[in-house]
């Protein structure tokens, strides 16, 4: 060969090298699922495109701090992916930055460490050990000297890559960074170490705000709280579920407006409707969740607090001090479980969990999924439900379990042959199928119902049914109208399809429906009542749904609200019951009638509740507030 051979410089050879590793350990070492093409496309692009984006850096250098930069990038990279590799054997999640100098979970490392480590490990390392080679003995050919133009086009090339993984990463999932659902989706979409950058400023900012936070707003908030939302009146129903077990159902995306409705003149959620009959039905029971989804739904029952207006709470605050229900129901004696065949780290779940004091986690590594029982998002209900059953009965009693249902998410999928109903027309996909799968969740929970009664444990169980949040979105609104034979869909409409079913069922006792507003913020002091746990220094914002004196509105957080006599939303004060346009911007302050404004005093109250809860959050502040100082 010729002395005038092209040669490739190390900086690419360095990219594809690292690039392969990483694909290869993603693919092959983490257990990252794969659901579809687009996803194992983003999965082998990512890693190329963050190497290129590291290495490419080098051309900027001289030659020879050139050649030192990629020894050193490749091999701390490597470190860095090698430290994750390991996290991952022992906990099959990726390393976040306040987990990973949380005491227990480093403890738990230190001792299992060795089995950790496995010899074949140092394979890991090998592109390590060619690119310290090839830039020690080959150094004239490795290292570039680019023109300034040709570096911009090399950093160029890379940011492109970069903004092109991007991309692709949103399309498949949307707002990826904005909702941050899931430690795994970051990793598969971005890769571990952008994950990584992502992670860090997140918590930064987090921490910054807490540090700012001294505990002075407490006396001012429990204030607040004592004379608004804690009710210390007590129904007849005050410890009437005393060391009954709990099971608690969260519906995934089911709504209120198709229970005791019909489509195609079939019932759509026939066992719902007939359980109205003896459990107690809040009809006009809102969900209160933003972007976390199912997690804000969470988190509003397990600690009767707003979730955040934006990001998941779960993930931006999983590590702050609450008071939360599954710790409350321990002090009382019970054992507390979640039911979840989902992947443990979406919505970080597994941290906050643990922070918040459930006893076990049964998420999908408990269950058999295969491809004949899952659909979508994965597990089908009745499978679900299914296979819960033995761990149920396998529990320490009185336990609080929570059941997280899967089936009736977004783009409700269904199998032919698990659709009971038909769906409905209308220029909506979306709204089409949401009938059916709501319908396969019925026929789920209609079965789990009948396995409680045969394991024997419904008799000394209360049961909780709730929707988390909405499943048809505002774009659906001309197929809603259709469907619901409006002609538009107003604010006052939209404010009124946040309504989610909540239903309580106690064997034994009859029930009954309930008109009064409630909202999922109401949850934790009512199971609470209901199970006669005296919490009197609590800080919620909810109030036990079942006294007299309760506050006399209903927060929505994008700063909405219903009260008895009026619904607001995005400037527009409404009539509840008629739904007639009562005033719009009800400051008054165009008119100058502030005084007479009917929304406007409530609207107040909403900012500052939303606010005070916001504060907490954001400052941590129940690190600085004893839950026991009195008893
Ligand atoms: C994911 C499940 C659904 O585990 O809770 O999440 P969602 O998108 O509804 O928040
Ligand atoms: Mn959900």
């Known amino acids: 060969m010729s002395k005038r051979q092209v040669n490739i410089p190390l900086y690419i050879i360095a990219s594809i090298l690292f690039g392969l590793k990483t694909y290869i350990v993603y693919r092959f070492i983490f257990n990252i699922s794969l659901d579809n093409p687009m996803q194992e496309l983003i999965l082998f692009i990512n890693p190329f495109a963050s190497a290129f984006l590291i290495f490419a850096v080098s051309v900027w250098f001289v030659k020879k701090r050139q050649l030192k930069f990629l020894r050193y990038t490749a091999f701390l990279g490597t470190i860095i992916?090698?430290?994750?590799?390991?996290?991952?054997?022992?906990?099959?999640?990726?390393?976040?930055?306040?987990?990973?100098?949380?005491?227990?979970?480093?403890?738990?490392?230190?001792?299992?460490?060795?089995?950790?480590?496995?010899?074949?490990?140092?394979?890991?390392?090998?592109?390590?050990?060619?690119?310290?080679y090839l830039s020690r003995k080959r150094p004239e050919d490795m290292a570039v000297s680019y023109r300034k133009r040709a570096k911009t086009m090399a950093l160029s090339m890379s940011l492109l890559f970069l903004l092109f993984n991007y991309v692709l990463a949103e399309i498949e999932r949307p707002q990826l960074l904005q909702r941050t659902f899931d430690r795994e989706y970051l990793v598969k979409n971005l890769g571990v170490f952008n994950y990584h950058i992502y992670d860090i400023a997140l918590q930064s900012k987090t921490k910054a705000q807490r540090v700012f936070a001294d505990g002075t707003e407490m006396p001012e908030i429990k204030k607040y709280v004592d004379n608004n939302a804690t009710s210390e009146q007590k129904s007849d129903l005050f410890g009437i579920a005393e060391d009954k077990n709990v099971i608690f159902v969260s519906l995934e995306s089911v709504q209120s407006f198709v229970i005791n409705n019909e489509v195609n003149g079939e019932e759509i959620t026939p066992f719902l409707n007939d359980l109205i009959d003896d459990s107690y039905y809040f009809e006009n029971f809102y969900h209160q969740t933003q972007q976390g989804k199912t997690s804000d739904s969470e988190f509003l029952v397990e600690n009767s607090l707003y979730p955040l207006p934006r990001g998941a709470v779960y993930f931006t605050h999983g590590q702050n001090e609450y008071n939360a229900l599954p710790e409350i129901l321990k002090e009382a004696g019970y054992h507390s479980s979640v039911f979840h065949a989902n992947n443990k780290s979406f919505w970080n779940r597994d941290v906050m969990y643990d922070n918040i004091g459930y006893d076990k986690f049964f998420d999908v590594d408990s269950y058999e999924v295969n491809e004949e029982n899952s659909i979508g998002w994965g597990l089908k209900d009745k499978e679900f439900f299914d296979q819960s059953i033995k761990y149920l009965q396998g529990q320490q009693q009185p336990f609080y379990s929570k059941f997280i249902t899967l089936t009736n998410h977004y783009p409700f999928d269904l199998d032919e042959e698990d659709a009971s109903i038909d769906q409905y027309d209308s220029n909506s996909r979306t709204l089409n199928q949401y009938f059916p799968t709501v319908r396969y969740t019925d026929e789920a929970v209609q079965q789990f119902f009948a396995d409680l009664k045969e394991s024997g444990l419904y008799e000394d169980s209360i049961i909780v049914l709730m929707g988390d949040h909405y499943g048809i979105s505002e774009f659906h609104n001309k197929a809603m109208s259709q469907y619901l034979g409006k002609e538009e869909i107003t604010p006052y409409d939209h404010v009124q399809l946040q309504r989610v079913p909540f239903f309580i069922h106690i064997p034994g006792q009859e029930g009954g429906v309930i008109s009064d507003i409630a909202g999922q913020i109401d949850v934790k002091p009512t199971l609470l009542h209901l199970l006669g746990i005296e919490n009197e220094d609590d800080i919620t914002f909810g109030t036990d749904l079942f006294t007299e004196d309760r506050k006399d509105f209903i927060a929505l957080r994008d700063g909405s609200f219903i009260s008895d006599e009026y619904i607001y939303s995005k400037g527009q004060c409404f009539n509840r019951e008629t739904g007639e346009l009562i005033e719009t911007d009800p400051t008054g302050l165009d008119q100058g009638n502030e005084q007479d404004s009917a929304c406007q005093p409530i609207k107040e109250k909403v900012e500052k509740e939303l606010s005070y809860s916001d504060q907490i959050i954001y400052g941590d502040l129940f690190r600085f507030y004893n839950f026991e100082e009195d008893e």
């Open 81 to 132: 992916l090698y430290f994750n590799l390991i996290f991952y054997r022992n906990f099959t999640d990726f390393i976040t930055i306040p987990v990973l100098f949380q005491g227990s979970n480093a403890a738990d490392l230190g001792s299992s460490i060795l089995s950790l480590v496995h010899l074949q490990d140092l394979l890991l390392f090998a592109d390590v050990a060619i690119i310290w």
